[in-house]
């Protein structure tokens, strides 16, 4: 992998990243554009304990171009876009319209294809292992900026879920804050330790995930599975099988392994509806242990958490979508419409051939 850093014509950075280490990004950003103004605020909610992002700037962001206007093609011509080059493999820039910035964190766009009609699922490989490896550099030189505690790497996919271009892509916050979800993992991580001893959690959890009925599919290094409270209709976590707290801590073995798994699961999402039905609208985040001081979660540290994934889709069955009503959105209590055991059943019968 090669990696070249430049600026934009706003003074964002813009981060190339290439198969070939003969790559050279040398194109200038051609645009008269003025310096980026944001107004992000973290606000503390005192009754939930939360953190809430205020970003008024973010009203003016673009919205659904259509695809000849579509600002993460590459430039061509006299059609200037984000990458000022006339092609790439993949490549990360700072959000020009983030929710976080300065001492609020920070927000990144990561395209994975500069192939505007492609999604995740369509990647070789080898241009998954490139996003992988991007992924990875962009939390380790991010989680060294000092407003940042915890690194996540996501993606949106789909107009239900509210992605406002289509050109694939997702996108990595870096928080000023260990975030709620990731502070409920870390408390039940440490009662769990207290209460056996010094087990951990997320080993137990897995243990007994492999040997039940829900698990997807299973490689040496990789395994996915539909958990047994899984909050969506279609939920699958994808655990590394040995412990690790993060992106950087991943082997070779599992660097390697992780296109296969990962693309195939891709692939079988897309598949679940039958065909002729469009593409699953999904999400797929990163959890990844905090950077910051873990004191509150008394008796845990950053190895005690375990890196995975979160794939999952609001669709929950062909034409109809999970929406997130009175009990889950007031309450955060949710209600599944599929059993978990029927959903992992579903997603074996769609192994492709």
């Known amino acids: ?68 206007e579509c600002p993460l093609c590459p430039s061509q011509g006299d059609r200037l876009s984000e990458i000022p080059d006339s092609s790439y493999d993949a490549v990360v820039f ?19 294809t500069s192939d505007h009609n ?38 949106n996919r789909g107009a239900e879920i509210g992605v406002t271009l289509g050109h694939p892509h997702g996108q990595i916050y870096a928080y000023p804050f260990t975030t709620p979800r990731t502070a409920l993992m870390l408390r039940s991580v440490a009662a769990h330790k207290e209460a056996t001893g010094g087990e951990n959690l997320f080993d ?13 599919l299973e490689g040496e290094h990789w395994v996915a599975f ?16 040995r412990r690790v707290p993060d992106l950087l801590a991943l082997d070779e073995d599992a660097r390697t392994e992780f296109p296969q798994v ?12 039958g065909e002729g039905e469009p593409p ?6 990163w959890h990844q242990a905090p950077f910051g001081a873990l004191e509150e979660f008394e008796g845990v540290n950053r190895d005690d958490f375990a890196l995975h994934l979160e794939l ?32 992992a059943r579903r997603l074996r019968e769609v192994a492709s051939s």
């Open 312 to 343: 999952f889709t609001i669709r929950r069955t062909s034409g109809k979508l999970k929406f997130l009503a009175g009990s889950e959105s007031g309450m955060n209590v949710f209600i599944n419409d599929v059993p978990p055991e029927a959903a």
């Open 118 to 155: 492609a999604s995740f699922a369509d990647l070789t490989e080898e241009q998954a292992r490139l996003v992988l490896d991007a992924w990875t550099d962009r939390t380790s030189e991010l989680s060294h900026l000092p407003s940042v505690e915890q690194v996540f790497c996501f993606e």
């Open 94 to 112: 700072e959000n020009r319209f983030p929710s976080l910035a300065g001492d609020s964190g920070r927000c990144e766009v990561v395209c994975f």
């Open 280 to 285: 699953t609208p999904y999400i797929s985040a």
């Open 1 to 68: 992998m090669k990696k070249t850093s430049t600026r934009l014509a706003d003074g964002r950075e813009l981060i190339y990243y290439d198969q070939r280490d003969d790559s050279v990004r040398d194109a200038v950003d051609r645009r008269p554009l003025d310096p980026t103004v944001t107004t992000s605020e973290v606000r503390r909610d005192p009754l939930l304990g939360d953190s809430i992002a205020v970003a008024s700037h973010r009203q003016g962001r673009i919205y659904h171009p259509p695809a000849d």
């Open 226 to 241: 539909v958990p047994y409270a899984a909050h969506w209709p279609y939920e699958v976590h994808l655990y590394p099988k």
């Open 262 to 273: 990962y693309l195939e699961l891709l692939r079988r999402f897309d598949r679940i509806f």
């Open 204 to 216: 137990d959890v897995l243990r007994r995930e492999l040997a039940d009925e829900r698990v997807v």
